[in-house]
């Protein structure tokens, strides 16, 4: 193996403003470290001395390696941090950079179609945690449906270009603000970390069991060095992958009546605690408290993608002197597939679609079952043609003489989502018949086939039949488009104490500037059965023609996976493309030019421009023997943000002017009525404080660690879009009635999170392969973010006119505390072959309090969103030269996904551990000497996701399968 520098210190973070800006801090920094260069005395043997000290030489190679290296960075960060280190060159221990961080004590993964994608630290959610990729802030737009724009799909980053992984939980001045939850920071290696010209080249074949589709992924790593100073590095991986989830659903649990007319409330509304007797009522909201749950549509799900995807990373690295090193890099990631959501859903839409008599409840005032008198079946399936692209430029220089350091970094990270997405969809109404069951976990088990047209009894229901389909068939196209960028730039300047209290003295200033845009349209065309369009009739036939000639049998339903009650064996599913198609040729010339048209459905801009300037001082010294060192400063943040969207402001006026008996109407040409796009401006700024304390109680050995400090994150731009649909009563009944006048809106002057934050942690390290951490952290929200809620008498426009305004606002008092443990080590001291196992352990304890979230169907307080109380890891390996075989168990309690679903559900993801497993043969001799080869196997326990809105109500039940992996390395 060849030996690669390792830098100890920390990487710094970068963010962005105007170019002019930029450029001329960026060029005051260079000239001023530059002029030493050419003018530099002969250091002395201290300051040699000192300089030696920041690089290591270690040897990447192997679990335990990787293992001695983490904890090398956390002895050596500046605040609570816990870290990842390759095992290898391209080698990191999990597929993407989330499945490894969930290795991490204190970070939790969420997950979609069977992979890691998003992550939360110490409970706070994705959107609230930084993330840096080599020192330039990354940005976000992995929702689903583009329209947040802030938390990072990890998704779309191969591990194989990661050298560490920084998990930060605590804070410093000099750290870049943004994260609430913590930062981390993604290090790539760089070509002058290698002594000599380097080629690596691997191959992977990816097999899922429930798609039962092979998948290919490469990886080439290659650096040139020109000489010892110059280098040039490529680290490309790519590949295609097949993935999918198969789901059986309850979409919507709803309370609509009291079905068993129980004495006992299904809830207490503090409203009415004290009526008991639904009888005494005096409205509907008091009567609600006896209303029971029931799923509103049972479906059948089956998502699948079909995506390629690349990850590279490339560097070019210029040390021009022994104090100054120059460099530019280049990361590109990009994820482009084809998502097909093929659903077979039974739509109950109220009471009086089922027959009365049949409904029948079960525990915790769930159904248990019903049977349907004029439901709906629909067939639905979306196509989604999606591309996610993200590119990060940075540019940089390094200088340090031993006296003082100056670092500088610009920064450009830009990503675009695009989304046309099409949905084709059948129906069938009136269905009656069809027996619907839950479960004791609300599992729904019903079988279509057993329905038929009340209008038509002798026409029975067959969900592999395209004449079942008797109703309407529609198309509905949804184009989404986003884009967001970053320009930064920042500047830090370490000036080295020799002797006395301080030991260092830092600043910095970092400016940047941020967009993000988006847009979506939208167009729906229906034809019912039986009628005419154009002069030509929609027949039945023409329908099931157009189904027949466009679809596909789903017969391999869950696969090996069982869900825990009798699901369909088979139904005819859309090829949603083709159907769409199909229907666009279809008497084409029947549609008209109005149904054509698009309509744009939301729209937004943001514009946030940031400064920031930060004073730290790093510190050591010793209380009788005990030293301690650490460091204190404080960082200030301002902010301008612009936002643009959608608004509608309605004016109610008389029919008749000064007479209310004739009542009022809306005036589309009153002078202050408006539909068009807005601006409104908002800025505001923090200080934010921080101090980090370590006392080596055992030299080197036992340390006791103490951090506090004040963090932000800004919010989330879906949060600032103005969107607002407003009405303003200028009519005389208001006047005299004194109804408000009322809007419907985002909130564009929101504050940003703030959270007051502390640490203390126990760390021992009895030899260079372990160590056994213990901590307690706390975090209290000065500021966060609620869901919307009415505020009065706002001047929302800046106009002058008073709006009630429901929308989201900032709040107050949440807090969370909890405690982690954490253990390492190899058993070197036992005998052989045993003193080749090694464990890596971490448990996580958290729980919340006044999160200020609560149920909008039964009013209790919710979780803290993202938060799971237990959660832990437990990996056991065994190495040696040859061979090596690990074992990895994640595990997360249930937790808050969302606060509410469109039926006003909370949604909360069920406690799940995943089991992974991999072995590594390294021929050491012959021809394969210079080979390496693998297998492994994801989610070897067949664990599915299950989602839940309450006691008894399950949600969702989806299952990704497993896969396995078979690949080899071959370095030259």
């Not at 560490?164 to 920071?185: C, F, H, M, P, Q």
């Not at 009526?275 to 005494?280: Q, R, T």
């Not at 952290?777 to 426009?797: G, P, R, V």
């Not at 799971?868 to 190495?879: A, D, H, I, M, R």
């Amino acid at each position: 193996m060849k030996n690669v520098t390792h830098t100890i210190g920390s990487l710094l973070t970068t963010r962005k403003l105007i170019a002019s800006s930029i450029s001329t801090i960026l060029l005051t920094g260079a000239c001023f470290a530059s002029a030493p260069v050419f003018a530099q005395e002969e250091m002395t043997e201290e300051e040699k001395k000192a300089k030696e000290e920041v690089t290591e030489i270690i040897e990447v190679y192997g679990m335990r390696s990787s293992l001695r290296s983490a904890i090398d960075r956390k002895k050596e960060a500046g605040t609570a941090t816990d870290s990842i280190v390759a095992e290898d060159i391209s080698e990191f221990p999990d597929k993407n950079i989330g499945e490894a961080l969930q290795r991490v004590t204190g970070v939790q993964l969420g997950r979609e179609f069977g992979e890691g994608t998003a992550v939360s630290i110490r409970g706070v959610e994705p959107q609230l945690v930084n993330v840096e990729i080599n020192g330039v802030q990354a940005i976000g737009a992995s929702d689903p449906f583009a329209s947040s724009g802030r938390s990072v799909d990890f998704a779309s980053m191969s591990s194989e270009l990661v050298k560490a992984l920084d998990v930060i939980k605590g804070s410093e001045a000099r750290l870049t603000e943004g994260g609430i939850g913590g930062t981390i920071k993604v290090i790539t290696r760089k070509p002058n970390d290698f002594k000599e010209n380097f080629l690596q080249v691997s191959a992977e074949n990816q097999y899922n069991d429930l798609t039962e589709i092979h998948n290919q992924k490469y990886n080439f790593t290659g650096v040139y060095k020109f000489d010892k100073d110059i280098g040039a590095m490529l680290n490309v991986t790519m590949g295609d992958r097949a993935t999918a989830f198969h789901a059986l659903r309850n979409t919507e649990w709803v309370r609509q009546a009291d079905y068993d007319g129980s004495a006992e409330k299904t809830f207490v509304d503090e409203s009415y605690a004290d009526i008991n007797d639904v009888a005494n009522c005096p409205d509907s909201a008091c009567e609600e408290q006896w209303y029971d749950f029931r799923a509103r549509i049972p479906r059948n799900s089956v998502w699948s993608r079909d995506e390629d995807r690349i990850s590279a990373n490339a560097m070019f690295q210029y040390r021009l002197s022994e104090d100054l090193s120059t460099h530019f890099g280049v990361t590109y990631t990009e994820r482009d597939f084809v998502q097909v959501d093929s659903n077979l859903q039974l739509e109950v839409p109220s009471e009086s679609h089922l027959y009365e008599d049949s409904f029948t409840v079960g525990e915790n005032h769930n159904a248990s079952s019903f049977l349907t008198r004029d439901a709906t079946v629909v067939n639905r399936s979306i196509y989604n043609d999606w591309n996610l692209k993200t590119e990060i430029y940075d540019a940089g220089f390094d200088f340090n003489n031993g006296v003082f350091a100056l670092e500088g970094v610009l920064g450009y990270t830009k990503q675009t989502q695009s989304i046309y997405q099409i949905e084709s969809r059948v129906n069938a109404n009136r269905v009656e018949n069809v027996l619907v069951e839950f479960a004791d976990n609300g599992a729904p088990i019903y079988d279509l086939n057993t329905g038929n047209n009340r209008a038509d009894a002798t026409q029975g229901f067959d969900a592999n039949s395209a004449d079942s389909y008797w109703f309407y068939s529609r198309v509905y196209d949804k184009p989404i488009a986003q884009e967001n960028d970053q320009l930064s730039a920042k500047l830090d300047y370490t000036y080295y104490m020799s002797e006395g209290f301080f030991e260092k003295f830092r600043a910095g200033v970092r400016i940047s500037s941020e967009y993000q845009d988006h847009e979506q349209l939208d167009r729906r065309i229906t034809r019912i059965a039986g009628n005419e369009y154009g002069g030509n009739e929609w027949s039945l036939d023409d329908q099931a023609g157009l189904i027949n000639n466009n679809s596909y049998t789903i017969d391999n339903y869950f696969g090996n996976y069982d869900p825990g009650v009798p699901v369909i064996d088979s139904w005819l599913a859309l090829d949603p493309l083709d159907f769409y198609n199909g229907f666009m040729n279809y008497h084409a010339d029947n549609i008209s030019d109005a149904e054509k048209q698009f309509a744009q459905a939301s729209f937004y801009e943001v514009e946030m421009d940031a400064q920031a300037i930060y004073f730290q001082a790093d510190f050591i010294s010793e209380i009788g023997d005990v030293p301690y060192w650490g460091n204190a400063g404080v960082r200030y943040v301002r902010t301008q943000v612009d936002t643009t969207g959608n608004a509608i402001v309605q004016v109610q006026v008389d029919v008749v002017e000064g007479d209310a008996e004739q009542g009022n109407m809306i005036d589309p040409d009153h002078p202050e009525a408006f539909n068009d796009q807005a601006t409104l401006s908002n800025d505001y700024s923090e200080v934010l404080p921080s101090i980090n304390l370590n006392f080596g109680l055992i030299p080197d050995e036992l340390i006791l660690y103490f951090g506090a400090a004040k963090v932000m994150a800004h919010p989330k731009a879906k949060d600032l879009n103005i969107s607002a649909s407003c009405t303003l009563r200028l009519d005389t009944l208001s006047a005299q009635e004194g109804r408000p006048n009322t809007c419907s809106a985002g909130n564009p002057r929101l504050k940003p999170y703030v959270a007051n934050q502390m640490d203390v942690a126990l760390n021992w390290y009895p030899n260079e392969d372990s160590m056994l951490s213990g901590a307690y952290f706390a975090k209290k929200m000065d500021s966060w973010i609620l869901n919307a809620i009415e505020t009065y008498d706002q001047d929302f426009f800046g106009d002058g006119n008073l709006y009630d305004v429901r929308q989201k606002v900032n709040g107050s008092g949440v807090s969370t505390q909890g405690f982690e443990v954490a253990g390492s080590t190899f058993f070197s001291m036992l005998p052989a072959p045993f003193n080749n196992m090694g464990v890596n352990a971490n448990y996580t304890y958290m729980t919340s309090e006044d999160v200020g979230l609560f149920n909008q169907l039964t009013g209790e307080e919710l979780d803290f969103p993202s938060q799971s109380k237990n959660s832990y890891n437990l990996t056991w390996f065994y190495e040696t030269p040859q061979m090596s075989v690990k074992f990895a168990y994640n595990y997360r309690d249930s937790y808050l996904l969302a606060p509410t679903d469109r039926g006003g559900n909370p949604v909360y993801v069920d406690d799940a551990g995943f089991l992974d497993a991999k072995i590594v043969y390294r021929p050491q001799d012959g021809f394969f000497k210079d080979f390496k080869f693998h297998f492994d196997v994801r989610n070897l326990l067949k664990e599915g996701n299950i989602y839940v809105n309450g006691p008894g109500r399950i949600s969702d039940i989806r299952y990704s399968g497993r896969e396995f992996s078979l690949g080899f390395t071959y370095k030259m």
